[in-house]
């Protein structure tokens, strides 16, 4: 076995094998934001307000993947590493990295990092520990990250990685933001002070001497206007190009421009019959003046770019520049056969791109210089997520996007190798060339620095020549400050991390604030007034009601992963189940834990894709069959069953049976998941509007598909089902007689799905029948405004995309007369624009006997937010309809919105509830890994 010491060296940062070598991190420079000559008081009311064109919409680190989220969390929490100017990963909180690996070529599979971590404290006090890091890295993994990472093992201040394979970006990687339990307690330079998502950030330094606002301000003009009153002191990458010499022009503003890393590109599909001729790639390419779009358009908020690399990386590649030459290109069409006709038209493509404004700009510069050499372009405009809908499905011949953040060489192979075309990367123009694919492969592997930039200098090459991509321009990081906020001093030594980032604000500040180097103050009750607590209520007033982690008292100290559904054996008493979302089921019985069902190797878990479901049958006694709920590698959801033999703690997961699967489309979110019996022995299943914002496939208002909606289907008929049928129809279902959907994948029904229940649902996470009266309660995620709570109702259209709660949200194709007949509206909702609510968990309405006073309430909750809420569901029974709403004196309707209540006010992030045989209620922690009951 190989031991390496790992050399960090300020010039460049990379696996440089040195036996026995280790040099100590350098510090961070921190300077002074302030001028010794300024009254100690001024310094202690410093207030800096950023806009950026949208807020952080979460500080969840695993889920920040916007770049406004993103921003907010770097000042927040430190990595293990940090990129410098040139994008090389440089250490942060790591202190020491020693490598392992085998001699033997063929076992160098295992690859070990032991990462020793540098003093550091968190800013409620915590020791940024191993543990800390180890416990901060898994959750990365339960979302998805960090695959190539088979084992994490932590002691004292080292954290233990097992690498499966060789993977040099790696360090890369291990730049994501570390951070503890409490996730708002900081890691970094800025503790949280206040978060509304979508809307207001508030952080401040570690020293309280600095506090930052950042907001989202969408209105360009108003952006600037804000900027110039000094309502705004720093705008992040957010001046477009027709505003930047007004901004210029502003007295009390400075200007800062960086390369940046975002690329714009224009993408040309291969399938096509005429793109896929490289000479009319070539031509096209020729037929593009960069500079001029750049100076006359961008107002040289860009420069040129021949590759997917940065400029400003070590790796990146020129090569020979395509020059703007259009008699060249000319050319090149006239030799490929490609004639011009009388209206000095060769051939016809269509163009998709965005319905941004600057976009379209630069598209419709780009076509009137292609249709001087006679290439008509027909410019399609769609809606972001229809764009990436219709682009991974290979429905266009060019499109224009912007790659987002380039810093590692590793985007060469998501891009253009031939394994990585969708739904599996981001190769939507059907690349396929076996020399790129085998060099991409070993850029992954290949950590040596040196040899790995020879790789990626040849596929760079391969891209350049073959030009399955045109890369156009790279975009500048811009950041605007004002001067009577930051003197000109302190701005002309601030250097801009890539991306627009706001790591600078980090160099503003004193040296004691250093994260982890300063005091602890406290609140006046003795509290720690560095840790952020988002809940400050943990019960209300005059209330018993509270939450025992289960089992009782947390005595098997159990935490799972990603727990996602809870319930409990219908036929054997005191046997519990867990459905964790990466594919497994735990069963919980007496002191013991263990594996009653896993289907890892079929479930495709990221995001809200996983295993998602479980449901016992009816006669589970007799046949023991158990139902489950997922998302499959190929992105379907699927409902199936097992057997359990023993109908206790064991399933034969050799045979699953297929009831339904209902193909998806490539969207991340959406997928509803939830199975359940009703007292009518029928399968309810609810399925997500298939993804992304908006319903932009209108799925939920369309009863020809089975997307948006609540299923019922009766897998276990009396009679004996037919061959390669399984499941019926019930008789009183709203589309009984008309196609199958999920089995007679050909046909297309003439009025609706026979499947479906219920439609016009967005994301239906959960559902639960009311034990008592068989009514169906369910949650149905909004989209930006209102969370609602639905009472399920058959053959009921319950609005969406038309309606989000009360209020219109997108009225195409939709009745607006009548329309109180024609949808049916929520019992109640609740605001997520302006709080920190953003997902409703439906729950279920409490039988139990043990807290009388929850008897009759529907208990929900909220993932974000953590409140669990009631409302009094028995009141509503007698007369559902006519709570909904009245009229006033002038007969215009007005919309009853059903009191809720907050029963308790927690930190978690609440994924489930579970009820058990006897009625009583359980709360599940995705992030703590924990099952809580609900208690008196």
Known sequence: MKIHHLKFSKKNFFWEPKLSFILPLLSLIITNLYCSNKVKNDEEKKVLVIAMEDA?????????????????????????FKFDENLNPTPDLADEVKIENLDDEEKRQKITLTIKIKDAKTCSGEKISGELVKNSLEEYKRWGKFDYIEKIQAENDKVKLTLSRPYSSVFYDLAVPIFPKNFTDCTGFFKVKNFIPESITELESRDGKLKVIIKGVKNDITRVLELEKGDIDIV??????????????????????SPGINITYIALNLKNDILKNKNVRLAIAHAIPKEEIIENILQNQAEPIFSFIPKRSEFYFEGKKIEYN?????????????????????????????????????????TSYLEKIGIKINISQKEFSTLIYEINKGNFDLFSLNLVGVKDPQILKDIAHSKKIPPYGLNRVFFSNPTFDEIVEKIEEEIDKEKRKELVILAQKILQDELPFLPLWQIKDI?????????????SKIKITPGGSLLFLSYLLQNKTHPGKQNETKNEDGGNSNSFNPNNQIHPENTKIYLEEFPEGGKLKARFVNPVFFTENPIHKGIFYVVEQPGTVKYIYGEKIGIFLDIKDRVDFGGEKGLLGLAFSPEFEKNGRVYVSYVDKFGNSVISYFISEDRKLKVDQSKEFIVIKVKQPPFPNHKGGMIAFGKDKMLYISLGDGGSAGDPLDNSQNTKNLLGKILRIDPEPKTKLPKNITYLIPQDNPFYGDVMCGIEKNKKPKLGCAEIFAWGLRNTWRFSFDKETGIIWAGDVGQDRWEEVNIIQEGKNYGWRCFEGFEPFNLKNCKKENYLQEYQFPTTVYSISKSKDCAIIGGYVYRGSKIK???????????????????????????YKNELFSKDEKNNIIFQNIKTEILIDTDFMISSFGEDNEGEIYVLDHKGGKIYKIKD
Not at 56 to 73: D, K, M
Not at 236 to 257: C, E, F, G, R, T
Not at 341 to 365: D, P, Q
């Open 56 to 80: 952080p919409s979460t500080l969840y680190p695993p889920i920040a993947r916007s770049a406004y989220s993103f921003r907010a969390v770097e000042l927040i929490h430190r990595g293990l």
């Open 479 to 491: 950041i605007t400050i004002r001067e009577d906020k930051i003197p000109r001093e302190k701005i």
């Open 853 to 879: 006073s929850l008897y009759g309430k529907y208990i929900f909750g909220d993932w974000c937010s953590g409140k669990i809420r009631v409302l009094d569901a028995d009141k509503l029974y007698e007369d």
């Open 326 to 366: 259009p008699k060249l290109a000319e050319k090149l069409l006239d030799e490929s056969g490609f004639k011009k006709n009388e209206n000095g038209i060769r051939f016809e493509l269509t163009w998709k791109t965005s319905t941004v404004k600057y976009a379209i700009r630069n598209v419709k510069a780009i």
């Open 236 to 257: 992040v990458n957010a001046i477009p190009p027709h505003l930047i010499d007004y901004v210029k022009s502003l007295k009390n503003v400075q200007i800062l421009v």
